[in-house]
């Protein structure tokens, strides 16, 4: 098998089997209708939507509308298919609603009047048109949620979020070693000075040996630090820089602490980035699903309308 | 069609260590591509799945990631429960890495 060399461009065309026998259908199907219509509207003396010319071009709009749904659908919920039929079956959807669409123009024979049949088909074409923004949406935005994903990851494919919280924890564990080392250097010199007169310090009315209990003057209060006062080298009593010094740009007492919060950032606004565009996909088919039902109901009433014309012709008849 | 308009926030792409994990425990059974609306020539899944996870990417196996458009009709007939629109992401970010490398 050939390796690919295209990668994964914008604008990309890989014409498959189906894709071409469908193209080259739709294009014929389509001459035939027009030079149908151009022979119809010279040789006919009633080119117009309730003459037999335009019935036929009805019927077959209808039918392939009918066609491009129900077929697609069937194929879609049949369990006996083969890898690819869908694929194809899709195509022919995609010709279908086309001819669908050619067959209701041709039917209007330019009578846009502001009745049930122009409604049906202003629905059809804003159906055919939804179903190729569509396709073109189907091309460009996985791409585009592709690009988003890519930036959530690491080059190696990890979760460049968790990727990021570790290095900034590495970051905080450094910083937090470095004071536990200042800490520890501290701490003799504490006990030294503790340790100067412990006897003095730790009840001031010991006289050689013989003590007061310690409750005798409640007034008095060690100076040494208890456990119930704040550390020193707590974050809150870190050394606070002067506004001019370069220590008080953001970030400086935590070295690489901003850069990395940049590329939360970066990440974080790219997974919303992916969320959107699965949305516009999902909401983009929910549209199609919409409009086919809108279609239908135009369509229907366009049919009672007609038949309501057509009925008493055939009985007087 | 509730189903279609249910808000759903996961978010869909998957770490590499995921999609290895999710194609070990792939039973090969098919029908992920039977479901496929985009592939459109026969690509059998042990190709695919040898694919997704390293190596070079063929062009059949190129030409079916960049025609997925992530409909994810793949993933709810799968009978071990695997999420193939996410194995699909993968590919489509390696296939992205290809252009960016300058492939």
Known sequence: MQIDRKGYPWFFLDPGKPWKNTLIVTMLLVVLALGSFILYQRMSPDPTPDSIGGYTYAILATLCMILASILYTRRRRSRKRQVGELNTSLHWHVTLGILALVFAFLHSFGNFNPRTGTYALYGMISLVLSGVIGRILDRMVPRMIANAASKALTEYGDDRIEYISDSVQQLVTHNSQGLQTIAKTKTPVKQQKRQVNPVTLGNPVSTGGSSLPESWDIAYISLSETPQEANRDAQQYRFVPDRKSPLNTPGALLPGVNDHITELKIVQQAMQREQFYRAIVRYWRFVHVALVIITIGLVLWHLEFAFSLLIPVFLHH | ?103
């Open chain 2, 1 to 103: 069609m509730y189903r279609m308009l249910k808000p759903n926030p996961v978010i869909l792409h998957k770490t590499e260590p995921q999609v290895q994990q999710e194609i070990h425990a792939c039973i090969g059974c098919n029908e992920c591509l039977l479901a496929c609306p985009a592939l459109a020539e026969p690509i059998t899944i042990d190709v695919l799945n040898r694919e997704t996870i390293a190596g070079t990417i063929s062009e059949p196996v190129a030409r079916f990631t960049r025609a997925c458009y992530q409909c994810g009709a793949c993933v709810s007939p799968c009978p071990a429960g695997l999420h193939r629109d996410a194995m699909m992401m993968w590919l489509k970010v390696r296939l992205l890495a290809q252009n960016k490398n300058g492939w």
